[in-house]
């Protein structure tokens, strides 16, 4: 076995990074965990310094991706160039933020605005202009040794990139050695029917796997093809981070606000526990 590592995305536990939520970073490690994922905004405020040094205390990872407030009009998908020209100073500030608190990556559906489904036929300059504004944020990133890691997402979130095909298609457009690829098998239920061959797709620049459930809960237990899912990743020879998704449920409306109506964590550790456990069998069978 490689340098396989385990995370957990900070909404298991708090809705909101800020210097408050450090307790965490503690938490993570000791269940167990290599890798934290934070969501940043124009409406999440900490201390980068504090975060960095308490990440580096514990021996954590950091990955950082937008989840806070992003608007609209920042967009390298935007039919108006100003908008792109928008999303692609957005994007920098987040880049930025990683360097400065540590973080190995930028990840998400940077390509687009999650949320944002045009229900129409593309246009045949959007996929080049979007590449044109990936190639730039991925140049300005490797200057800061910050990674790139776009995620296809469903046709429910975004109309730009679903499949893991059209992912790479897009990264090929890009054409800059620093973009990456994050294999969602929660977003990717709906959108392609055999796991083996969507990793295998995206498997020369796969860096990253959120490891969700189809209904968004632990791993384990679901419609995932787990047996697949992880038959293909040790074949393909991935070593890296697998991480665990999903938003708490006990924290006020939260799960609500974030289009989440069921019930799948009402308790953020017993998921990471759960989880890492279903997770760390599935990789000691294989690597």
């Known amino acids: 076995m490689g340098a396989m590592q385990y995370g957990a995305h900070i909404y298991l536990f708090t809705d909101r990074w800020s210097d408050s939520a450090l307790w965490i970073l503690d938490r993570a490690r000791a269940l167990g965990l290599d890798l934290v994922e934070l969501s940043v905004g124009d409406d999440v405020e900490f201390t980068p310094a504090r975060t960095r040094d308490r990440a580096a205390a514990m021996g954590l990872t950091l990955v950082i991706g937008p989840g806070g407030h992003w608007p609209l009009e920042c967009d390298l998908s935007d039919d108006d160039a100003a908008n792109r020209a928008r999303g692609l100073a957005w994007h920098q500030r987040q880049v930025d933020l990683a360097a400065e608190i540590g973080a190995v990556a930028y990840a998400g559906a940077l390509y687009g605005h999650p949320g944002v489904v045009k229900r129409r036929r593309p246009p045949a300059d959007e ?55 994050l294999f969602d098998t929660y977003h990717l239920v709906t959108e392609v029917r055999d796991y083996g061959e969507a990793i295998r797709t995206v498997a020369p620049r796969l860096w990253c796997v959120h490891t969700c459930e189809n209904d968004r809960g632990v791993p384990g237990g679901g419609l995932v093809p787990w047996d697949t899912v992880f038959d293909t990743l040790h074949a393909i020879g991935f070593d890296g981070p697998l991480t665990m998704e999903t938003y708490n449920s006990s924290l006020h409306d939260f799960a609500y606000t974030r289009g989440m109506f069921h019930n799948v964590c009402p308790d953020g550790d017993e998921f990471v526990r759960t989880g890492l456990a279903f997770l760390r069998g599935h990789v000691r069978a294989r690597w």
């Open 127 to 181: 996929l080049p202009r979007t590449a044109a504004g990936l190639h730039a944020l991925a140049d300005y990133a490797a200057r800061r040794n910050v990674k790139i890691v776009l995620e296809p997402m469903s046709h429910f979130r975004t109309h730009l990139v679903n499949t893991p095909a059209q992912l790479m298609q897009l990264i090929d457009q890009a054409d800059h050695e620093n973009l990456y690829a």
